[in-house]
Protein backbone atom coordinates (compact mmCIF):
# COMPACT_ATOMS: atom_id res chain seq x y z
CA UNK A 1 0.00 0.00 0.00
CA UNK A 2 1.92 3.41 -1.19
CA UNK A 3 0.24 6.53 -2.15
CA UNK A 4 -3.17 7.45 -1.09
CA UNK A 5 -3.54 3.82 0.10
CA UNK A 6 -3.46 2.50 -3.24
CA UNK A 7 -1.68 -0.77 -4.40
CA UNK A 8 1.85 -0.42 -5.88
CA UNK A 9 3.03 -2.88 -8.84
CA UNK A 10 6.52 -4.20 -7.39
CA UNK A 11 7.41 -4.84 -11.51
CA UNK A 12 7.06 -1.16 -12.28
CA UNK A 13 6.78 0.93 -9.46
CA UNK A 14 3.37 2.30 -10.59
CA UNK A 15 0.48 2.88 -8.01
CA UNK A 16 -2.83 1.17 -9.20
CA UNK A 17 -5.46 3.86 -9.47
CA UNK A 18 -8.33 1.29 -10.64
CA UNK A 19 -9.07 3.79 -14.44
CA UNK A 20 -5.03 3.95 -14.23
CA UNK A 21 -1.59 3.88 -12.98
CA UNK A 22 0.13 6.47 -11.09
CA UNK A 23 4.06 7.44 -11.14
CA UNK A 24 4.87 8.39 -8.12
CA UNK A 25 8.21 9.71 -9.10
CA UNK A 26 7.14 12.04 -12.00
CA UNK A 27 4.32 12.82 -9.79
CA UNK A 28 1.69 12.31 -12.99
CA UNK A 29 -0.58 9.21 -14.40
CA UNK A 30 1.01 7.06 -16.95
CA UNK A 31 -1.60 8.00 -19.16
CA UNK A 32 -4.28 10.56 -19.80
CA UNK A 33 -7.32 10.88 -18.20
CA UNK A 34 -9.74 8.27 -19.63
CA UNK A 35 -12.12 10.23 -21.84
CA UNK A 36 -11.02 13.01 -19.81
CA UNK A 37 -14.07 12.97 -18.01
CA UNK A 38 -12.31 14.98 -15.36
CA UNK A 39 -12.20 18.17 -17.68
CA UNK A 40 -13.39 21.42 -16.43
CA UNK A 41 -13.48 23.99 -19.36
CA UNK A 42 -13.14 26.48 -16.56
CA UNK A 43 -10.33 25.30 -14.79
CA UNK A 44 -6.67 25.07 -16.62
CA UNK A 45 -5.70 22.88 -14.32
CA UNK A 46 -7.86 20.10 -15.15
CA UNK A 47 -6.66 20.18 -19.23
CA UNK A 48 -3.83 18.17 -18.19
CA UNK A 49 -5.28 14.73 -18.72
CA UNK A 50 -2.19 13.61 -16.79
CA UNK A 51 -2.05 15.43 -14.15
CA UNK A 52 -3.32 14.52 -10.33
CA UNK A 53 -5.75 16.51 -8.84
CA UNK A 54 -5.48 19.16 -10.05
CA UNK A 55 -1.65 19.60 -9.21
CA UNK A 56 -3.46 20.10 -5.56
CA UNK A 57 -2.66 16.75 -3.81
CA UNK A 58 -2.72 18.99 -0.08
CA UNK A 59 -6.69 19.88 -0.98
CA UNK A 60 -7.85 16.76 -3.50
CA UNK A 61 -7.29 13.24 -4.04
CA UNK A 62 -8.11 10.81 -7.04
CA UNK A 63 -9.18 7.60 -5.51
CA UNK A 64 -10.39 6.07 -9.14
CA UNK A 65 -8.20 7.79 -11.76
CA UNK A 66 -11.59 9.59 -12.97
CA UNK A 67 -12.42 12.28 -10.83
CA UNK A 68 -10.52 14.66 -7.99
CA UNK A 69 -12.59 15.22 -5.13
CA UNK A 70 -12.47 17.14 -2.19
CA UNK A 71 -11.50 15.54 1.46
CA UNK A 72 -12.98 16.19 4.61
CA UNK A 73 -11.28 16.23 8.03
CA UNK A 74 -12.89 15.80 11.36
CA UNK A 75 -12.08 14.93 14.91
CA UNK A 76 -8.66 14.20 16.01
CA UNK A 77 -7.55 14.16 11.83
CA UNK A 78 -8.84 17.90 11.68
CA UNK A 79 -6.97 18.72 15.18
CA UNK A 80 -3.82 17.34 13.73
CA UNK A 81 -4.35 18.89 10.22
CA UNK A 82 -5.13 22.15 12.31
CA UNK A 83 -8.34 22.55 10.30
CA UNK A 84 -11.71 23.05 12.17
CA UNK A 85 -14.08 20.15 12.73
CA UNK A 86 -15.47 18.91 9.60
CA UNK A 87 -13.44 21.57 7.70
CA UNK A 88 -13.37 21.58 3.97
CA UNK A 89 -9.84 20.11 3.88
CA UNK A 90 -9.34 16.75 4.72
CA UNK A 91 -10.93 12.96 5.30
CA UNK A 92 -12.99 11.34 3.86
CA UNK A 93 -13.35 11.26 -0.18
CA UNK A 94 -16.96 12.94 -0.53
CA UNK A 95 -17.68 12.42 -4.22
CA UNK A 96 -15.48 9.74 -6.14
CA UNK A 97 -17.47 8.36 -8.12
CA UNK A 98 -20.03 11.02 -8.73
CA UNK A 99 -19.56 13.04 -12.05
CA UNK A 100 -22.85 14.69 -11.15
CA UNK A 101 -21.55 16.13 -8.08
CA UNK A 102 -18.19 16.98 -9.27
CA UNK A 103 -19.53 19.06 -12.28
CA UNK A 104 -22.09 20.46 -9.43
CA UNK A 105 -19.02 21.35 -6.84
CA UNK A 106 -17.02 23.01 -9.80
CA UNK A 107 -19.82 24.66 -11.09
CA UNK A 108 -20.76 26.51 -7.50
CA UNK A 109 -16.94 26.74 -7.02
CA UNK A 110 -16.94 29.24 -10.08
CA UNK A 111 -20.37 30.99 -9.12
CA UNK A 112 -19.41 31.70 -6.07
CA UNK A 113 -15.79 32.18 -5.86
CA UNK A 114 -15.34 34.05 -9.16
CA UNK A 115 -18.40 35.43 -11.37
CA UNK A 116 -20.41 36.52 -8.11
CA UNK A 117 -19.04 37.80 -4.19
CA UNK A 118 -18.91 35.54 -1.56
CA UNK A 119 -20.96 38.26 0.15
CA UNK A 120 -23.60 37.89 -1.87
CA UNK A 121 -23.33 33.77 -1.44
CA UNK A 122 -23.42 34.39 2.32
CA UNK A 123 -26.11 36.65 2.19
CA UNK A 124 -28.47 34.16 -0.39
CA UNK A 125 -28.21 31.70 2.47
CA UNK A 126 -28.95 33.88 4.78
CA UNK A 127 -32.25 34.86 3.40
CA UNK A 128 -32.54 31.09 1.70
CA UNK A 129 -32.11 29.13 4.90
CA UNK A 130 -34.76 31.08 7.07
CA UNK A 131 -37.42 31.09 3.77
CA UNK A 132 -36.75 27.34 3.58
CA UNK A 133 -37.43 26.87 7.53
CA UNK A 134 -34.02 26.01 8.68
CA UNK A 135 -33.65 23.74 6.09
CA UNK A 136 -31.12 25.52 4.12
CA UNK A 137 -27.65 23.89 5.95
CA UNK A 138 -28.74 20.61 5.76
CA UNK A 139 -29.32 21.15 1.71
CA UNK A 140 -25.95 22.43 1.55
CA UNK A 141 -24.65 19.47 3.36
CA UNK A 142 -26.26 16.96 1.09
CA UNK A 143 -25.17 18.82 -2.21
CA UNK A 144 -21.57 19.10 -0.26
CA UNK A 145 -21.82 22.63 -1.11
CA UNK A 146 -19.53 24.49 1.87
CA UNK A 147 -18.96 28.06 0.72
CA UNK A 148 -21.00 29.34 2.85
CA UNK A 149 -19.97 31.25 6.27
CA UNK A 150 -22.78 31.10 8.95
CA UNK A 151 -20.73 33.73 10.95
CA UNK A 152 -20.19 36.16 8.45
CA UNK A 153 -22.41 39.86 8.17
CA UNK A 154 -23.55 39.07 4.50
CA UNK A 155 -25.03 35.99 5.73
CA UNK A 156 -26.73 37.50 9.11
CA UNK A 157 -28.04 40.72 7.05
CA UNK A 158 -29.70 37.80 4.60
CA UNK A 159 -31.37 36.37 7.91
CA UNK A 160 -32.44 39.70 9.19
CA UNK A 161 -33.93 40.08 5.56
CA UNK A 162 -36.36 36.70 6.06
CA UNK A 163 -36.89 38.05 10.04
CA UNK A 164 -37.97 41.32 7.91
CA UNK A 165 -40.11 39.46 5.38
CA UNK A 166 -42.01 37.02 8.03
CA UNK A 167 -42.59 39.16 10.58
CA UNK A 168 -44.27 41.65 8.06
CA UNK A 169 -46.59 38.55 6.83
CA UNK A 170 -47.62 37.86 10.25
CA UNK A 171 -47.88 41.38 10.77
CA UNK A 172 -50.58 41.65 7.97
CA UNK A 173 -52.36 38.85 8.96
CA UNK A 174 -52.90 41.35 12.90
CA UNK A 175 -53.59 43.79 10.79
CA UNK A 176 -56.71 42.09 8.94
CA UNK A 177 -57.78 40.88 12.24
CA UNK A 178 -57.34 44.20 14.04
CA UNK A 179 -59.79 46.07 11.26
CA UNK A 180 -62.03 43.67 10.86
CA UNK A 181 -62.78 44.02 14.61
CA UNK A 182 -62.13 47.56 14.61
CA UNK A 183 -64.28 48.76 12.21
CA UNK A 184 -67.89 50.02 12.25
CA UNK A 185 -68.92 47.64 9.18
CA UNK A 186 -68.12 44.85 7.12
CA UNK A 187 -68.23 47.00 4.30
CA UNK A 188 -65.90 49.11 6.02
CA UNK A 189 -63.81 46.01 7.18
CA UNK A 190 -63.59 44.52 3.25
CA UNK A 191 -62.85 48.19 2.00
CA UNK A 192 -59.70 47.90 4.68
CA UNK A 193 -58.71 44.78 3.74
CA UNK A 194 -58.67 45.27 0.10
CA UNK A 195 -56.24 48.53 0.40
CA UNK A 196 -53.94 46.11 2.82
CA UNK A 197 -54.13 43.92 0.22
CA UNK A 198 -53.48 46.17 -3.25
CA UNK A 199 -50.31 47.45 -0.82
CA UNK A 200 -48.87 44.35 0.00
CA UNK A 201 -48.90 43.09 -3.52
CA UNK A 202 -47.21 46.34 -4.28
CA UNK A 203 -50.47 47.21 -6.48
CA UNK A 204 -50.57 44.15 -8.56
CA UNK A 205 -54.24 42.97 -7.24
CA UNK A 206 -56.22 46.22 -7.23
CA UNK A 207 -58.09 45.08 -10.19
CA UNK A 208 -58.84 41.72 -8.71
CA UNK A 209 -63.07 41.46 -7.10
CA UNK A 210 -63.78 43.11 -3.78
CA UNK A 211 -65.73 40.88 -1.42
CA UNK A 212 -69.07 42.89 -0.78
CA UNK A 213 -72.81 42.19 0.47
CA UNK A 214 -73.78 40.56 -3.02
CA UNK A 215 -71.02 37.42 -2.52
CA UNK A 216 -71.63 37.60 1.56
CA UNK A 217 -75.19 38.09 1.64
CA UNK A 218 -74.77 39.97 5.75
CA UNK A 219 -72.46 42.54 6.58
CA UNK A 220 -71.31 40.23 9.40
CA UNK A 221 -70.30 37.19 6.98
CA UNK A 222 -68.17 40.21 4.56
CA UNK A 223 -66.32 41.36 8.27
CA UNK A 224 -65.60 37.85 8.94
CA UNK A 225 -64.23 37.33 5.52
CA UNK A 226 -61.88 40.59 5.65
CA UNK A 227 -60.79 38.90 9.05
CA UNK A 228 -59.38 35.57 7.07
CA UNK A 229 -56.05 35.57 5.93
CA UNK A 230 -54.51 32.23 4.46
CA UNK A 231 -53.16 30.27 7.69
CA UNK A 232 -50.68 28.04 6.01
CA UNK A 233 -48.77 31.31 4.42
CA UNK A 234 -49.39 32.61 8.09
CA UNK A 235 -47.30 29.50 9.33
CA UNK A 236 -44.79 29.56 6.95
CA UNK A 237 -44.25 33.75 7.62
CA UNK A 238 -44.06 33.27 11.26
CA UNK A 239 -41.56 30.16 10.63
CA UNK A 240 -39.24 32.43 8.30
CA UNK A 241 -39.45 34.81 10.63
CA UNK A 242 -38.59 32.62 13.37
CA UNK A 243 -35.37 30.77 11.31
CA UNK A 244 -34.68 34.19 10.50
CA UNK A 245 -33.82 34.76 13.87
CA UNK A 246 -32.55 31.68 14.50
CA UNK A 247 -29.71 32.53 11.78
CA UNK A 248 -28.64 35.39 13.19
CA UNK A 249 -28.39 34.20 16.55
CA UNK A 250 -26.95 30.99 15.83
CA UNK A 251 -23.42 31.44 14.56
CA UNK A 252 -21.29 28.73 15.41
CA UNK A 253 -23.90 26.61 16.62
CA UNK B 1 -65.26 18.47 5.68
CA UNK B 2 -66.79 21.25 7.35
CA UNK B 3 -68.60 23.57 4.59
CA UNK B 4 -70.35 27.55 5.30
CA UNK B 5 -73.40 27.77 3.46
CA UNK B 6 -73.86 31.48 1.99
CA UNK B 7 -77.58 32.90 1.51
CA UNK B 8 -78.89 36.01 0.46
CA UNK B 9 -81.55 37.91 2.39
CA UNK B 10 -84.08 36.41 0.84
CA UNK B 11 -82.37 33.12 2.81
CA UNK B 12 -81.58 31.67 -0.67
CA UNK B 13 -78.81 29.38 -1.19
CA UNK B 14 -76.75 30.62 -3.49
CA UNK B 15 -73.09 30.23 -2.40
CA UNK B 16 -70.46 28.51 0.28
CA UNK B 17 -67.27 28.13 1.28
CA UNK B 18 -64.40 25.35 2.21
CA UNK B 19 -61.61 25.51 4.06
CA UNK B 20 -58.91 25.41 1.56
CA UNK B 21 -56.11 24.02 4.07
CA UNK B 22 -58.23 20.69 3.46
CA UNK B 23 -57.66 20.24 -0.49
CA UNK B 24 -55.64 21.04 -3.24
CA UNK B 25 -57.09 22.73 -6.12
CA UNK B 26 -57.00 19.40 -8.47
CA UNK B 27 -58.73 17.94 -5.36
CA UNK B 28 -61.40 20.60 -5.42
CA UNK B 29 -61.24 20.13 -9.54
CA UNK B 30 -61.96 16.49 -9.14
CA UNK B 31 -64.80 17.18 -6.68
CA UNK B 32 -66.58 19.86 -8.63
CA UNK B 33 -65.94 17.23 -11.98
CA UNK B 34 -67.70 14.16 -10.18
CA UNK B 35 -70.36 16.47 -9.39
CA UNK B 36 -73.68 15.76 -12.10
CA UNK B 37 -74.38 18.96 -13.57
CA UNK B 38 -70.83 20.36 -13.57
CA UNK B 39 -69.22 21.15 -17.05
CA UNK B 40 -66.39 22.89 -18.28
CA UNK B 41 -64.01 23.21 -15.55
CA UNK B 42 -61.20 25.34 -16.09
CA UNK B 43 -58.17 26.03 -13.59
CA UNK B 44 -56.06 29.45 -13.94
CA UNK B 45 -52.93 29.07 -15.81
CA UNK B 46 -49.40 29.92 -13.44
CA UNK B 47 -48.64 33.78 -14.06
CA UNK B 48 -52.16 34.38 -16.38
CA UNK B 49 -55.18 36.17 -14.80
CA UNK B 50 -56.42 37.56 -10.93
CA UNK B 51 -54.90 35.01 -8.75
CA UNK B 52 -57.49 35.04 -6.80
CA UNK B 53 -60.17 33.79 -9.06
CA UNK B 54 -58.77 29.80 -8.87
CA UNK B 55 -61.48 27.73 -11.20
CA UNK B 56 -64.07 28.95 -13.61
CA UNK B 57 -66.80 26.24 -14.25
CA UNK B 58 -70.28 25.52 -15.12
CA UNK B 59 -73.32 24.84 -12.77
CA UNK B 60 -76.33 23.98 -14.53
CA UNK B 61 -75.45 25.59 -17.64
CA UNK B 62 -74.57 28.79 -15.61
CA UNK B 63 -70.79 30.08 -15.15
CA UNK B 64 -69.47 29.69 -11.70
CA UNK B 65 -66.29 30.70 -10.19
CA UNK B 66 -64.32 29.13 -7.32
CA UNK B 67 -62.63 32.30 -5.53
CA UNK B 68 -60.41 32.71 -2.49
CA UNK B 69 -61.35 36.24 -1.44
CA UNK B 70 -58.51 38.91 -1.60
CA UNK B 71 -56.14 36.49 -2.76
CA UNK B 72 -55.13 34.72 0.90
CA UNK B 73 -57.59 33.70 3.17
CA UNK B 74 -58.10 30.74 4.68
CA UNK B 75 -61.68 29.91 2.55
CA UNK B 76 -62.67 29.18 -0.85
CA UNK B 77 -65.64 30.59 -2.30
CA UNK B 78 -67.70 29.03 -4.71
CA UNK B 79 -70.49 30.55 -6.03
CA UNK B 80 -72.11 32.28 -9.27
CA UNK B 81 -69.41 34.49 -10.97
CA UNK B 82 -72.46 37.11 -11.34
CA UNK B 83 -74.46 37.05 -7.82
CA UNK B 84 -77.18 39.09 -9.99
CA UNK B 85 -78.38 37.02 -12.82
CA UNK B 86 -80.65 33.81 -12.07
CA UNK B 87 -78.73 30.92 -10.24
CA UNK B 88 -79.54 26.84 -9.46
CA UNK B 89 -79.28 26.48 -5.51
CA UNK B 90 -76.04 24.94 -4.90
CA UNK B 91 -77.38 23.15 -2.13
CA UNK B 92 -76.36 19.46 -3.36
CA UNK B 93 -73.25 20.70 -4.78
CA UNK B 94 -72.31 21.77 -1.23
CA UNK B 95 -73.08 18.19 -0.04
CA UNK B 96 -70.34 17.29 -2.24
CA UNK B 97 -67.67 18.80 -0.52
CA UNK B 98 -69.48 18.09 3.05
CA UNK B 99 -68.90 14.33 2.21
CA UNK B 100 -65.34 14.89 1.42
CA UNK B 101 -63.14 13.11 3.99
CA UNK B 102 -59.46 14.49 3.74
CA UNK B 103 -56.44 12.21 4.00
CA UNK B 104 -55.60 11.63 7.89
CA UNK B 105 -52.30 13.67 7.29
CA UNK B 106 -54.03 16.96 5.51
CA UNK B 107 -56.37 17.22 8.28
CA UNK B 108 -53.61 16.81 10.62
CA UNK B 109 -51.59 19.68 8.84
CA UNK B 110 -54.84 21.37 8.89
CA UNK B 111 -54.97 20.97 12.58
CA UNK B 112 -51.89 22.29 13.68
CA UNK B 113 -51.04 25.04 10.61
CA UNK B 114 -54.80 26.84 11.47
CA UNK B 115 -53.89 26.67 14.93
CA UNK B 116 -57.24 24.18 15.48
CA UNK B 117 -56.28 23.22 18.90
CA UNK B 118 -56.32 26.39 20.24
CA UNK B 119 -59.92 27.29 19.19
CA UNK B 120 -61.67 24.07 18.29
CA UNK B 121 -64.89 26.25 18.16
CA UNK B 122 -64.16 28.33 15.39
CA UNK B 123 -63.90 25.20 13.33
CA UNK B 124 -67.85 25.41 12.88
Given at each position: ????????????????????????????????????????I??????N???????N?????????L????????G?????????????????????????????R????????N???????????????????????R??R??????????S??Y????W????????????????K?AS?????????????Q?????????????????N????????????????????????GA????????????C?? | M?????????????A????????T?????A??????????????R???G???????????G??F?L???Y?D???????????Q?????????????DR??P?FL???????????FL??????
Open positions: MRFTGKERDAETGLDYFDARYYASRTGRFTTADPGHVGRNFDPQSWGYAYALNPQRFVDPTGYPCSIRLSDDAAAAGVSDGGSVIGECVDAEDPLKWAQFFLDRLFGLLTLQVADFSAGLGDALLLGAGPFRELDIDVVDQCGASAGASSFAFGAARVGHAGLAGILASSGVQASAFRGLKTAARLGVAASWRQPLAKYGTDEALRAAADRTNPVVNAWGTAAAGAAGVLGGQ | TTYPIADDAGKHFFEIENVYLLSKAALLRSHDGVSDIQQRLFRPMDLHLRFRFRVPIWEPGSGRYWIGPANEQAHPDVADLQTTFYDPRKALAYLVALKAPARQK
